[in-house]
């Protein structure tokens, strides 16, 4: 019995980890809110460039300045989205509508880059449904060759939600605020805030602790650093801080291409008596906020008893004074092994000028018995260009690409670094990851029938059937408790009757239901009064808890010899799981802002407001009753939308002159909500 109940709870942990892997938010998605912290130059541009695996329409928007533009993405390729000049944060400690929000109608990938010759980095943008409201800064520190006029060390924190209350604990000294007394900043949808420490040295906001009340978005930076901080030239670092959440415990690490002497890293803890190995030698132990940094020269397997972040960073013109002066810093989060994904599509951008192409490369990381099966773009890698690493299950390559979109997929999860150098310039991020929330718990249900047959030798036959409702609590350490409620009743026929009855009491927090049938032959001489108790516990792999407690007595003449043999087969269907988390219903509700500008000339926003989550189906009409457009099931968040007409009509012609009615209706379950509004066309 120990056995069956080891195995049926171990299938059922393993089901569910691969139905949560297979569900699990990464970084694609339909709604992004992004900001850009300020360049070194004042004059640096700004681009966002847009890919995704289906055609699909995607709308750009800025509330300050005003930038609102609708483009489609084509299936495999970039769109790439030029922004306004002064679409960067600038002034420190304020709060700012200084930032983009991208939407879709379909998944898409978002990568920013603020480019400007010398001082360039682009970062992988994460998606509204993968934020989450812990964080810590990872950023660089600040060298002698700095001044405070140039600035530093620098973060931004956009809101996603109206009333957000962003807590800040800093890591040093900064303007009024002190480290280690935190302060808070209260933000509506689409703000910002942007927080610069000054270029002296050793100034650091790495370690930073940023907490809030709803998902926020969170940016780590530096105007310009020298990295190490004694080797120049200095350059611009971003990248986007996933939550502490999706940090992993296992991580791939490759040299960048074109570089010697290897690059540097930082290791930062969420958890405290976090070890960390490399290739099975222990480097550091970390307790949580804490930063390590290194320099490592070759590929090398990271593993760590706490959940880390790992940044790469490439090294300065003069650390190996690369042919050219080709290369410069910049920082690029590696994905855990934990997040990686099976197909990417990216975008390696010109960085250069007209005399020096830019050198773009691709950092491949892939099982080993997948590297016979790796695709950019539509052409096998051969398997000969991959390195096995001495630890871990991984083999690594190093790809020149050209500038422009590239595609790679494998038939198992791998990951892509995208990066590249050219004169004292540079940039790299990662091409994608999953960012599965290994810290909360999810609250999955489970339906699952397990159907078991025993045959004792004893003479009469009883059929019992029993139901049971444990509930389970599992977090991705695949640790789960189950606290059994069991009470079945059972009848034997023989000659007379007699009852035995079981008792069994669990506590949980998932919800599966167990239908056991158990068919019984006995054989059976005069006399028998057993009596017997069984308390069984049990643990499987990473703290599995089962505990069975059951008592019963059965009379009949004489005593017997009993002997018993089991047989036990077990027949566990693919079980049903639907992660839930259920908050409070709200209402349905809308309600029209307004238009601006009205009257409009070529092209109005329809302002509206959702009490949650719905979609909506809006016609524009003439006086008369004409139906000049009409568009169906668009999904918008609760909160402030936007609805952007281009004056067109159904036949992508202008509009003249005149006054127009508009309805906007939506739906939940059998409630309907609809709205009229007017608005005005002046050519």
């Known amino acids: 019995m120990r056995n ?24 694609m998605g339909k709604k992004f809110y ?19 695996n289906i055609t699909t329409s995607v709308n750009v928007y800025m509330p300050s300045p005003i930038f609102n533009n609708n483009y489609i993405v084509n299936a495999g390729e970039a769109t790439i989205v030029s922004l306004p000049q002064n679409s960067e944060l600038k002034d420190s400690d304020t709060l700012s509508y200084t930032t983009i929000r991208v939407t879709s109608n379909d998944d898409i990938t978002v990568y920013g880059i603020n480019k400007r010759l010398t001082v360039t980095d682009a970062f992988l943008a994460l998606p509204v449904e993968s934020l989450g409201t812990e964080y810590i800064v990872q950023s660089y520190t600040s060298s002698l060759t700095e001044t405070p006029s140039t600035g530093g060390s620098q973060f931004a924190v956009v809101a996603t939600e109206d009333n957000t209350e962003v807590t800040i604990t800093l890591s040093i000294d900064t303007g009024p605020y002190f480290a280690g007394v935190p302060y808070s900043v209260t933000l509506s949808t689409g703000q910002a805030y942007y927080l610069k420490a000054t270029g002296l040295p050793d100034n ?103 959940r880390i972040l790992v940044t790469q960073y490439a090294n300065g013109t003069t650390y190996d004074n690369p042919m050219g002066d080709i290369g410069d810093p910049f920082m690029m989060i590696l994905p855990p092994v934990e997040q990686y994904l099976t197909s990417y599509t990216i975008y390696s951008p010109d960085i250069g ?39 871990g299950d991984y083999s690594v390559a190093r790809v020149s690409v050209n500038t422009g979109t590239h595609n790679i997929e494998g038939t198992m999860p791998l990951s892509v670094l995208v990066y590249g150098f050219n004169w004292r310039e540079s940039y790299g991020y990662p091409g994608g990851t999953a960012l599965f929330d290994f810290v909360s718990t999810p609250t999955p249900t489970i339906t699952q029938t397990i159907t078991a047959t025993i045959t004792r030798t004893i003479t009469p036959t009883r059929t019992a059937t029993i139901t049971r409702t444990p509930t389970q609590t599992m977090t991705y350490d695949k640790t789960f408790t189950v606290t059994e409620t069991i009470t079945p009743s059972v009848t034997y026929t023989i000659t007379r009757t007699h009852t035995k009855e079981f008792t069994k009491t669990v506590t949980s ?3 599966p239901t167990f239908t ?18 069984r308390t069984l516990t049990q643990t499987v792999t990473q703290t599995i808890t089962i505990t069975f407690t059951g008592t019963g007595t059965s009379s009949i003449t004489p005593t017997p010899t009993l002997t018993l043999t089991a047989t036990i087969t077990l027949t566990p269907p693919q079980p049903t799981i639907t992660p839930t988390i259920t908050p409070a219903e709200i209402e349905l509700e809308m309600e029209i802002i307004g238009n601006f500008p009205d009257p409009f000339k070529e092209g109005i926003s329809i302002i509206f407001w959702l009490s949650k989550e719905a979609e909506i189906n809006i016609k524009i009409f003439t006086v008369s009753g004409e139906i000049v457009i009409k568009k169906d099931k668009i999904r918008y968040n609760r909160g402030n939308n936007e609805f952007y007409w281009d004056g067109k009509n159904k036949m992508n012609k202008k509009v003249a002159s005149g006054v127009f009615i508009y ?12 709205r009229w509004g007017k608005l005005a066309c002046v050519r």
Not at 6 to 12: C, D, E, P, S
Request: with cysteine; hydrophobic share 40%; charged share 15%.
């Open 34 to 52: 992004i900001a850009f912290p300020a360049n070194y130059y004042p004059d640096a541009e700004r681009k966002l460039y847009i890919t995704s």
């Open 509 to 511: 927090t998932i919800t």
């Open 204 to 306: 650091d906001l790495s370690g930073t602790k940023i907490s809030s009340n709803y998902r926020i978005a969170v940016f780590g930076s530096h105007h310009c650093a020298n990295i190490p901080v004694t080797e120049l030239f200095c350059d611009y670092l971003i990248e986007q801080i996933p939550p502490i959440t999706s940090w992993g415990k296992e991580f791939v690490i490759v040299p960048l291409a074109g570089r010697t002497n290897g690059d540097t890293y930082r290791f930062l803890s969420s958890e405290n008596n976090s070890d960390i190995y490399l290739d099975g030698t222990k480097l550091v132990t970390l307790n949580k906020d804490e930063i390590f940094e290194v320099i490592i020269d070759g590929s090398a397997y990271i593993t760590s008893t706490g």
């Open 353 to 391: 000028t007209p005399v020096t192409p830019t050198s773009n490369y691709l950092n491949l990381i892939v099982n080993k018995m997948d590297k016979n099966n790796i695709i950019v773009d539509a052409t096998p890698v051969p398997s000969a260009i991959f390195t096995d690493l001495s630890f």
């Open 516 to 533: 056991v049938s158990v068919t019984i032959t006995d054989t059976l001489t005069p006399t028998i009064t057993p009596s017997f108790t």
């Open 4 to 27: 069956l109940s080891k195995f049926i709870f171990l299938f059922i942990n393993i089901l569910l980890l691969y139905s949560f892997i297979f569900s699990i938010p990464g970084s």
């Open 663 to 674: 309805k906007i209706e939506t739906y939940d379950n059998e409630k309907e909500v609809i």
